[in-house]
Nanobody, 113 residues
């Protein structure tokens, strides 16, 4: 069955970095656009980034542009989000999502001193 499993979240100080991963299985990962979406405590869902199926095109929310980088390894069926210069307002549960509608369970990122 389709599975998306995020990992790599944690507690980091402001200005720090984290790399999230999303391992995909049960579908043809290389054929689908993939996205990162986050939900901060008490707030709604916020789209963060999208990457096309080949990995050559990426799109970002203004709030993360220049700090976050999405990438993918289609040979490993894995999506990544490199997050640099993290801010407290980046604290959220981060989900990966496939363009066919499947979502992972999320990984928590907390940015705090």
């Amino acid at each position: 069955q389709v599975q998306l499993v995020e990992s790599g979240g944690g507690l980091v100080q402001p200005g720090g970095s984290l790399r999230l991963s999303c391992a995909a299985s049960g579908f043809a990962f290389r054929d689908y656009y993939m996205s990162w979406v986050r939900q901060a405590p008490g707030k709604g869902l916020e789209w963060v980034s999208e990457i096309n199926s080949g990995g050559g095109s990426t799109y970002y929310a203004d709030s993360v542009k220049g700090r976050f980088t999405a990438s993918r390894d289609n040979a490993k069926n894995t999506l990544y989000l490199q997050m640099n210069s993290l801010k407290p307002e980046d604290t959220a549960l981060y989900y990966c999502a496939a363009s066919h509608g499947s979502w992972g369970q999320g990984t928590q990122v907390t940015v705090s001193s």
